[in-house]
């Protein structure tokens, strides 16, 4: 399995962006699908986006379509998820993901998970 470790959260008005990092540790990092969720209190987890383990294939959900950009870095071992024109729904827990399978909106299948990082966007 591989190891993940987010960064980049924080607290942003609304309009505003952050940069999410998910650093992984393993040497097969390449050959993983990763993905981002996100968690607001009361909430289910929800799919955000996800990206093919070359590159080469990106998924968002449509609450994120043209606002959030994922990419990877495979030398670097690290999943970007680039966050703009941030909304106040945007506030929530978010989660690095990897799977060995096909890509898939349901949390229940992906394998590994970091613990989460922080978002808040305020008005």
């Known amino acids: 399995q591989v190891q993940l470790v987010e960064s980049g959260g924080g607290l942003v008005q609304a309009g505003g962006s952050l940069r999410l990092s998910c650093a992984a540790s393993g040497r097969t990092f390449s050959n993983y699908a990763m993905g ?3 968690q607001a209190p009361g909430k289910e987890r929800e799919f955000v986006s996800a990206i093919s383990w070359s590159g080469g294939s990106t998924y968002y959900a449509n609450s994120v379509k043209g606002r959030f950009t994922i990419s990877r870095d495979n030398a670097k071992k690290t999943v970007y998820l680039q966050m703009n024109s941030l909304k106040r729904e945007d506030t929530a827990v978010y989660y690095c993901a990897a799977s ?7 949390p229940a299948r992906w394998g590994s998970w970091g613990q989460g990082t922080q978002v808040t966007v305020s008005s």
């Open 100 to 106: 060995l399978g096909d890509i898939t909106t349901s």
């Open 36 to 38: 981002w969720f996100r």
